[in-house]
């Protein structure tokens, strides 16, 4: 067997088993080796019938007494029973549904059981254990890996084959790690760490293989990274001539934080480098973003450039666009609008006016991308709301440049450092950490079901104030979870028997996106007192007139999705409230709504959802573009990912295109991993 050996060549893997393997993305040897277990079950634990615990999984060495009986119940179910018996008493041994037990359990021969012992009545028993010969043990005795599975394949199945492909050739995959950097690091093995990963010898053998896996993948991901951005950073950028800030500052109306200041300092430096700039802005929802966008796009226009702003949606384009307008047209900048719903006519006016250099700042959605696009003199690329564009997404808007434009990132979205460091591995991070002054927190509250009508008493008390009222819900129609608000049903009961004499309006992602654009302008407008929605407000239209936010069903909710809907009310002069209303009293739940009730600092908040849920559900991969991440836990290994970082620095200070023979290896996995990411290291 070699690495390349593919599956379907194995013993009992026919065409609809390799089918069901591929979904797992398995196809050879080499994808087993690398499909690390999710979990494992110890089977070290060897005990006496009579001293086995109740209900905790053990193994026992026990012989077989009687040959197997077999009844059917009814039709589909069958039930087959022996007795086992060792120095200490003997056990019934239940099966269902496995008649080949009658077969397999030979009376007299000695078996090692795996499962949980009960005793019904005087008897001890066993259900559905697994078994092997005592003289022949493979799954037993040792500690079990636990696999991600799909329809049709086993966890025993992928064990085994597991074991083949260890057994077969871990000792030919190739070691990309230098050696040198393995003894620095006091890493393993690739042998040794893929033996011990998938059948660990004991629990320090899985944590020696799994420190090395986990540095291997953080190193190759920090290499591929840093690569990134040298190849970036060594590009020549156009360069903006420097203006006074001041002049800047007259445009707007009200006096910018010291961030937001730091911030644009920091933009004005990198646009007169003469290097291309990759500049992450981040912030909490209202701490001024657009602001220093709005700057940078009165740079690159003072500097004879064309700017490009994309948003993920239509109305947050259009508020963009709104904002900018009123902000940059007394500098004379012309902003221009280009979105999907726009009719034929008026997007093939927006796209004469941009090729013609009629419009200086170009605000859109991913219609911006679209072919046909062109601009006369692209110089500056903004894209907001950054985790929903992938690193592919913002090369596509940068390539309509005939130079290497400068690309300003922003974010709302408060990123633990150890997450943004790899994420925007490529870019710089700005981080504006204070809110513009008179800006009180939003007061949060956690309520059961018993306080609904309390609740409902706020609402109105809001809007007789003259506020108006947000009201999130997880699902958009009944039925798509028990117990669920539903946005439909829930805002035709809130306007029928609750709020009969208030205006209650609702909006979700399933309405087409004029009905969406059409319910939010009428909100923002104050036409509407209450709007029942989904989460697809989240990133949405400002309504500095709305105080209270209440989120349904609240534990169904990310903390950072939950910190996103809570910004999106306390804009205004006004004290604003969130009310979570949640029936769950699951200890973790109400301890997870306490700390958000409890907290307002969004870092704080994004560095507890990294640890309770972990990278891939805080954005979904395909959002932000990260290639998966098999060993490697984010919340965890911080301590691996600094040595990891530190490692590939140093690596790429002495060899920065890795082209020496020993790193060469290592540049191919390099860009193996980057592989969905294209054109990326060309």
């Not at 254990?129 to 599975?149: C, H, K, N, Q």
């Amino acid at each position: 067997m070699t690495p390349e050996t593919l599956l379907q060549a194995l013993p009992g893997i026919g065409p609809a088993r390799a089918k069901a393997l591929a979904k797992l993305g398995l196809v050879t040897a080499e994808d087993l080796l690398n499909d690390y277990p999710r979990g494992y079950e110890d089977r070290t634990r060897l005990t006496d019938i009579a001293d086995a615990p109740e209900g905790e999984p053990v193994c026992i060495s026990a012989l077989v007494a009687e040959p197997p009986r077999t009844s059917r119940i009814r039709a589909g179910l069958s039930v087959s029973k022996s007795r086992i018996v060792d120095g200490s008493g003997s056990a019934e041994v239940t099966f269902f549904n496995q008649e080949y037990v009658r077969r397999a359990l030979e009376p007299g021969e000695s078996y090692v059981f795996y499962g949980k012992m009960e005793t019904v009545g005087r008897k001890r028993q066993l259900t559905n254990p697994v078994f092997e010969r005592a003289d022949w043990t493979r799954f037993t005795g040792r500690i079990m890996p636990v696999y991600s599975l799909t329809a049709g394949v086993s966890n025993h199945l992928l064990a085994s084959l597991a074991l083949q492909c260890v057994e077969g050739c871990a000792d030919q995959m190739p070691d990309e790690l230098p050696g040198e950097l393995r003894q620095r690091y006091q890493l393993a093995a690739v042998e040794y760490a893929l033996r011990n990963v998938h059948f660990p010898a004991d629990e320090e053998a899985l944590a020696v293989a799994r420190r090395r896996l986990v540095f291997e993948e953080l190193f190759t991901l920090s290499c591929g990274m840093a690569f990134l951005r040298r190849r970036r950073g060594e590009k020549e950028g156009q360069a903006f001539p420097r203006r006074e800030l001041s002049e800047f500052l007259a445009l707007l109306p009200f006096a910018p934080t010291g961030a937001q200041r730091r911030a644009m300092e920091e933009i004005a430096g990198d646009l007169a480098s003469g290097r291309s700039m990759n500049r992450l802005v981040q912030g909490d929802v209202g701490s001024g973003k657009t602001a220093v966008a709005a700057f940078a796009a009165w740079l690159a226009c003072a500097g004879g450039f064309q700017t490009a702003m994309m948003a993920p949606t239509e109305i947050l384009a259009r508020q963009h666009w709104e904002t900018l307008s009123g902000l940059l047209a007394p500098a004379g900048i012309r902003v221009g609008l280009l979105t999907g719903s726009l009719g034929a006519a008026g997007k093939r006016a927006a796209r004469a006016a941009l090729a013609a250099g009629e419009v200086d700042l170009m605000v859109g959605t991913h219609a911006l991308l679209s072919e046909g696009v062109e601009f006369e003199n692209l110089g500056l690329v903004i894209t907001d709301e950054q985790h929903r564009f992938g690193v592919g997404q913002r090369s596509a808007l940068a390539s309509k440049a005939e130079k290497p434009p400068h690309v300003l990132v922003m974010s709302a979205t408060p990123i633990p450092r150890t997450l943004a460091l790899l994420i925007y591995g490529d870019l710089d991070v700005t981080i504006i950490d204070e809110l513009p002054p008179g800006r009180s927190p939003v007061e949060t509250y956690l309520v059961g079901e018993d306080k609904r009508e309390r609740m409902y008493r706020f609402v109105r008390k809001q809007v007789e104030a003259g506020r108006q009222v947000y009201v999130i819900c997880p699902a958009v129609e009944e039925g798509e979870g028990a117990d669920l608000k539903a946005v439909t049903a829930y805002a035709a009961e809130l306007s029928k028997t609750v709020f009969p004499d208030l205006r209650v309006a609702f909006v979700h992602g399933k309405l087409k996106a004029r009905e969406k654009e059409k319910v939010m302008a009428a909100f923002a407008g104050g036409e509407v007192d209450v709007l029942v929605s989904t989460t697809v407000v989240e990133v949405g239209v400002d309504v500095p007139n709305a105080s209270l936010m209440v989120i349904e069903n609240a534990e169904r909710f990310g903390l950072s999705q939950l910190h996103q809907l809570r910004g999106r009310v306390g804009r205004g002069k006004w004290q604003s409230y969130c009310v979570l209303v949640s029936g769950n009293h699951a200890p973790d739940t109400r301890e997870r709504m306490k700390f958000f009730a409890q907290t307002t600092d969004g870092f704080k908040i994004a560095e507890k959802d990294l640890e309770l849920r972990g990278p891939g559900d805080f954005f979904g991969h395909r959002q932000h573009g990260l290639p998966a991440l098999r060993a490697a836990d984010l919340a965890g290994d911080t301590r691996v990912l600094k040595e990891a970082q530190r490692a590939a620095g140093e690596l790429l200070d002495a060899d920065p295109d890795l082209s020496r023979p020993e790193n060469r290896p290592l540049m191919e996995r390099v860009c193996r991993l980057f592989a969905e990411e294209g054109e990326i290291f060309n």
